[in-house]
Protein backbone atom coordinates (compact mmCIF):
# COMPACT_ATOMS: atom_id res chain seq x y z
CA UNK A 1 0.00 0.00 0.00
CA UNK A 2 2.70 2.16 -0.48
CA UNK A 3 2.39 2.92 -4.28
CA UNK A 4 3.00 6.46 -4.62
CA UNK A 5 6.68 6.42 -3.26
CA UNK A 6 7.78 4.74 -5.97
CA UNK A 7 5.88 6.88 -8.45
CA UNK A 8 7.57 9.24 -11.13
CA UNK A 9 6.20 11.97 -13.38
CA UNK A 10 7.11 13.36 -16.19
CA UNK A 11 5.57 16.86 -17.80
CA UNK A 12 4.74 16.53 -21.50
CA UNK A 13 2.93 19.90 -22.67
CA UNK A 14 -0.23 19.83 -20.67
CA UNK A 15 0.54 16.63 -19.38
CA UNK A 16 1.64 14.25 -16.89
CA UNK A 17 2.67 10.78 -17.77
CA UNK A 18 2.61 9.23 -14.57
CA UNK A 19 4.12 5.60 -13.65
CA UNK A 20 3.23 4.27 -10.31
CA UNK A 21 4.15 1.10 -8.08
CA UNK A 22 -0.12 -0.22 -7.88
CA UNK A 23 -2.37 -2.67 -8.61
CA UNK A 24 -3.89 -1.53 -11.76
CA UNK A 25 -7.71 -2.06 -9.98
CA UNK A 26 -7.04 0.27 -7.02
CA UNK A 27 -4.93 2.96 -9.47
CA UNK A 28 -7.79 3.16 -11.89
CA UNK A 29 -10.13 3.32 -8.86
CA UNK A 30 -8.55 6.41 -8.14
CA UNK A 31 -8.33 7.89 -11.94
CA UNK A 32 -12.18 7.77 -12.04
CA UNK A 33 -12.74 9.50 -8.95
CA UNK A 34 -10.25 11.93 -10.36
CA UNK A 35 -12.33 12.40 -13.61
CA UNK A 36 -15.64 12.17 -11.69
CA UNK A 37 -14.70 14.81 -9.21
CA UNK A 38 -13.36 16.76 -12.30
CA UNK A 39 -16.86 17.00 -13.72
CA UNK A 40 -18.16 18.45 -10.83
CA UNK A 41 -16.05 21.38 -11.15
CA UNK A 42 -13.40 20.43 -8.98
CA UNK A 43 -9.78 20.47 -11.11
CA UNK A 44 -7.67 17.21 -10.03
CA UNK A 45 -5.73 16.09 -12.77
CA UNK A 46 -7.87 13.72 -14.38
CA UNK A 47 -6.49 10.74 -16.62
CA UNK A 48 -6.74 10.95 -20.06
CA UNK A 49 -7.98 7.88 -21.03
CA UNK A 50 -7.02 5.60 -23.38
CA UNK A 51 -8.82 5.26 -27.13
CA UNK A 52 -10.35 1.82 -25.84
CA UNK A 53 -11.61 3.92 -23.12
CA UNK A 54 -9.58 2.31 -20.42
CA UNK A 55 -7.69 4.65 -17.94
CA UNK A 56 -4.19 3.24 -17.61
CA UNK A 57 -2.06 0.92 -19.09
CA UNK A 58 -0.72 -2.11 -17.19
CA UNK A 59 2.76 -2.87 -17.34
CA UNK A 60 5.33 -4.81 -15.32
CA UNK A 61 3.47 -6.72 -12.02
CA UNK A 62 2.08 -3.79 -9.65
CA UNK A 63 3.32 -1.13 -12.50
CA UNK A 64 0.87 0.95 -13.96
CA UNK A 65 1.09 4.29 -16.42
CA UNK A 66 -1.20 6.61 -16.99
CA UNK A 67 -1.71 10.34 -18.52
CA UNK A 68 -2.77 12.87 -16.57
CA UNK A 69 -3.75 16.47 -17.34
CA UNK A 70 -1.52 18.91 -15.74
CA UNK A 71 -2.78 21.38 -13.11
CA UNK A 72 -1.37 24.74 -13.64
CA UNK A 73 -1.79 26.77 -10.61
CA UNK A 74 0.12 27.06 -7.84
CA UNK A 75 1.17 24.11 -5.02
CA UNK A 76 -0.43 25.28 -1.39
CA UNK A 77 0.56 24.40 1.75
CA UNK A 78 -2.50 22.71 3.67
CA UNK A 79 -1.18 24.70 6.19
CA UNK A 80 -1.85 27.52 4.92
CA UNK A 81 -5.48 27.70 4.67
CA UNK A 82 -7.45 28.28 7.29
CA UNK A 83 -8.79 24.95 9.00
CA UNK A 84 -12.46 26.16 7.93
CA UNK A 85 -12.24 26.27 4.11
CA UNK A 86 -10.12 23.15 4.60
CA UNK A 87 -13.03 20.99 6.07
CA UNK A 88 -15.40 23.08 3.77
CA UNK A 89 -13.63 22.09 0.98
CA UNK A 90 -13.07 18.24 2.54
CA UNK A 91 -16.96 18.45 2.64
CA UNK A 92 -17.50 19.29 -0.54
CA UNK A 93 -15.49 16.64 -2.32
CA UNK A 94 -16.77 14.02 0.32
CA UNK A 95 -20.63 15.14 -1.00
CA UNK A 96 -19.45 14.42 -4.61
CA UNK A 97 -17.42 11.22 -4.18
CA UNK A 98 -20.77 9.86 -2.61
CA UNK A 99 -21.00 9.07 -6.57
CA UNK A 100 -17.58 7.59 -7.12
CA UNK A 101 -17.76 3.82 -7.05
CA UNK A 102 -15.52 2.34 -4.84
CA UNK A 103 -14.97 -0.89 -6.28
CA UNK A 104 -10.86 -1.37 -6.50
CA UNK A 105 -10.10 0.84 -3.22
CA UNK A 106 -8.71 -0.03 -0.25
CA UNK A 107 -10.91 -1.75 2.52
CA UNK A 108 -10.76 -0.95 5.86
CA UNK A 109 -9.26 -4.78 6.46
CA UNK A 110 -6.79 -3.88 4.12
CA UNK A 111 -5.72 -1.05 5.59
CA UNK A 112 -5.45 -2.01 8.86
CA UNK A 113 -4.36 -5.30 7.81
CA UNK A 114 -0.94 -3.31 6.37
CA UNK A 115 -0.54 -1.51 9.44
CA UNK A 116 -0.23 -4.57 11.94
CA UNK A 117 1.55 -6.27 8.97
CA UNK A 118 4.03 -3.27 10.08
CA UNK A 119 4.53 -4.61 13.56
CA UNK A 120 7.93 -6.00 13.79
CA UNK A 121 10.23 -7.79 16.40
CA UNK A 122 12.51 -4.40 16.54
CA UNK A 123 9.41 -2.12 18.16
CA UNK A 124 9.67 -1.73 20.97
CA UNK A 125 6.63 -2.36 23.51
CA UNK A 126 5.32 1.24 23.37
CA UNK A 127 5.24 1.79 19.59
CA UNK A 128 3.71 -2.08 19.48
CA UNK A 129 0.89 -0.59 22.06
CA UNK A 130 0.18 2.55 20.03
CA UNK A 131 -0.31 0.44 16.70
CA UNK A 132 -2.24 -2.39 18.05
CA UNK A 133 -3.85 0.26 19.94
CA UNK A 134 -5.12 2.28 17.14
CA UNK A 135 -6.12 -0.42 14.95
CA UNK A 136 -8.41 -1.91 17.48
CA UNK A 137 -10.22 1.03 18.23
CA UNK A 138 -10.72 1.77 14.26
CA UNK A 139 -11.81 -2.17 14.12
CA UNK A 140 -14.62 -2.23 16.68
CA UNK A 141 -15.60 1.31 15.35
CA UNK A 142 -16.28 -0.24 11.87
CA UNK A 143 -18.18 -3.51 13.39
CA UNK A 144 -20.62 -0.81 14.23
CA UNK A 145 -21.11 -0.73 10.52
CA UNK A 146 -21.11 3.11 9.56
CA UNK A 147 -21.64 4.88 6.50
CA UNK A 148 -19.02 4.38 4.12
CA UNK A 149 -18.24 5.56 0.54
CA UNK A 150 -14.99 6.52 -1.38
CA UNK A 151 -12.66 8.40 0.18
CA UNK A 152 -9.35 10.60 -1.08
CA UNK A 153 -7.28 8.64 1.75
CA UNK A 154 -4.39 10.87 2.01
CA UNK A 155 -2.75 14.41 2.86
CA UNK A 156 -4.51 16.55 0.70
CA UNK A 157 -2.29 17.88 -1.92
CA UNK A 158 -3.85 21.00 -3.30
CA UNK A 159 -3.35 23.94 -5.70
CA UNK A 160 -4.18 27.35 -6.09
CA UNK A 161 -5.26 29.85 -8.65
CA UNK A 162 -4.90 32.78 -6.42
CA UNK A 163 -2.59 31.64 -3.65
CA UNK A 164 -5.88 31.89 -1.06
CA UNK A 165 -8.62 29.21 -2.57
CA UNK A 166 -8.08 25.62 -3.08
CA UNK A 167 -8.62 25.29 -7.09
CA UNK A 168 -7.56 22.01 -7.35
CA UNK A 169 -6.80 18.54 -5.69
CA UNK A 170 -4.57 15.86 -7.06
CA UNK A 171 -2.49 12.68 -6.45
CA UNK A 172 -5.38 9.97 -5.92
CA UNK A 173 -3.11 7.21 -5.28
CA UNK A 174 -4.72 6.55 -1.86
CA UNK A 175 -8.48 6.00 -2.52
CA UNK A 176 -9.99 3.85 0.09
CA UNK A 177 -13.42 2.77 0.71
CA UNK A 178 -14.85 3.59 4.16
CA UNK A 179 -16.21 6.76 6.76
CA UNK A 180 -14.91 9.87 6.03
CA UNK A 181 -13.75 10.71 9.70
CA UNK A 182 -10.99 8.64 7.94
CA UNK A 183 -10.40 11.54 5.65
CA UNK A 184 -11.12 14.43 8.16
CA UNK A 185 -8.86 12.50 11.01
CA UNK A 186 -5.89 12.40 8.06
CA UNK A 187 -6.80 16.18 7.29
CA UNK A 188 -6.70 17.47 10.87
CA UNK A 189 -4.01 15.60 12.10
CA UNK A 190 -1.47 16.70 9.67
CA UNK A 191 -2.83 20.27 9.68
CA UNK A 192 -2.63 21.03 13.52
CA UNK A 193 0.17 22.69 14.42
CA UNK A 194 2.27 24.27 17.76
CA UNK A 195 0.24 27.98 17.19
CA UNK A 196 -3.45 25.41 16.52
CA UNK A 197 -3.35 22.70 18.65
CA UNK A 198 -5.42 19.61 17.44
CA UNK A 199 -8.59 19.80 19.38
CA UNK A 200 -8.89 23.50 18.53
CA UNK A 201 -7.80 22.58 15.20
CA UNK A 202 -10.32 19.97 14.69
CA UNK A 203 -12.99 21.72 16.02
CA UNK A 204 -12.86 24.54 13.57
CA UNK A 205 -12.19 22.13 10.82
CA UNK A 206 -15.25 20.36 11.50
CA UNK A 207 -17.19 23.77 11.78
CA UNK A 208 -15.75 23.79 8.29
CA UNK A 209 -16.91 20.69 7.16
CA UNK A 210 -20.29 20.75 8.04
CA UNK A 211 -20.95 23.69 5.31
CA UNK A 212 -20.12 21.84 2.94
CA UNK A 213 -21.51 18.25 3.57
CA UNK A 214 -23.35 16.54 6.46
CA UNK A 215 -21.54 14.91 9.47
CA UNK A 216 -23.64 12.39 11.68
CA UNK A 217 -22.65 13.02 15.59
CA UNK A 218 -21.38 9.35 15.35
CA UNK A 219 -18.97 9.94 12.41
CA UNK A 220 -17.66 13.09 13.97
CA UNK A 221 -16.80 11.35 17.43
CA UNK A 222 -14.64 9.01 15.49
CA UNK A 223 -12.60 11.87 14.61
CA UNK A 224 -9.91 10.85 16.98
CA UNK A 225 -9.50 7.96 16.30
CA UNK A 226 -8.52 8.24 12.87
CA UNK A 227 -6.10 10.41 13.83
CA UNK A 228 -4.44 7.90 16.40
CA UNK A 229 -4.87 6.15 13.28
CA UNK A 230 -2.76 8.18 11.00
CA UNK A 231 -0.44 8.86 13.69
CA UNK A 232 0.48 5.35 14.63
CA UNK A 233 1.03 4.55 11.30
CA UNK A 234 3.92 6.61 10.61
CA UNK A 235 5.66 4.16 13.02
CA UNK A 236 4.56 0.83 11.25
CA UNK A 237 7.35 -1.05 9.54
CA UNK A 238 9.88 1.61 10.79
CA UNK A 239 12.33 0.79 13.87
CA UNK A 240 14.84 4.11 14.07
CA UNK A 241 14.41 5.34 17.38
CA UNK A 242 14.47 9.02 16.42
CA UNK A 243 11.66 8.19 14.57
CA UNK A 244 9.62 6.15 16.76
CA UNK A 245 10.36 8.98 19.32
CA UNK A 246 8.83 11.49 17.16
CA UNK A 247 5.78 9.99 16.25
CA UNK A 248 5.11 9.18 20.03
CA UNK A 249 5.63 12.84 20.53
CA UNK A 250 3.51 13.66 18.01
CA UNK A 251 0.74 11.76 19.46
CA UNK A 252 1.54 13.17 23.44
CA UNK A 253 0.95 16.23 21.83
CA UNK A 254 -2.21 15.94 19.91
CA UNK A 255 -4.01 13.85 22.63
CA UNK A 256 -2.14 15.85 25.74
CA UNK A 257 -1.25 12.19 27.00
Avoid at 223 to 232: E, G, K, M, S
Avoid at 249 to 254: N, S, T
Wanted: aromatic content about 6%; glycine content about 10%; hydrophobic content about 45%.
Amino acid sequence: MEAREASRTWQAGSHIVKLARDEPDHFAAGLLAAELVERAGVATGAPVRRHDGELCVPLAPGRVLAVLRRVGEARLSMRAVPPAILGEFLGRLHRIMRGCPAAGAWTPADVLGHMTRGITAAHPSSARRMITQAVSDVRAYYGTAPAAQLLYGDGPEIFSATGTDISAIIDWGGVRAGSVADDIGCWTAHGATDKILLPAYTAAFLDGYRRGNDLPAACAAAVPLFQRLRIASRACYVTHPDVLASVQAWLQRGFAM
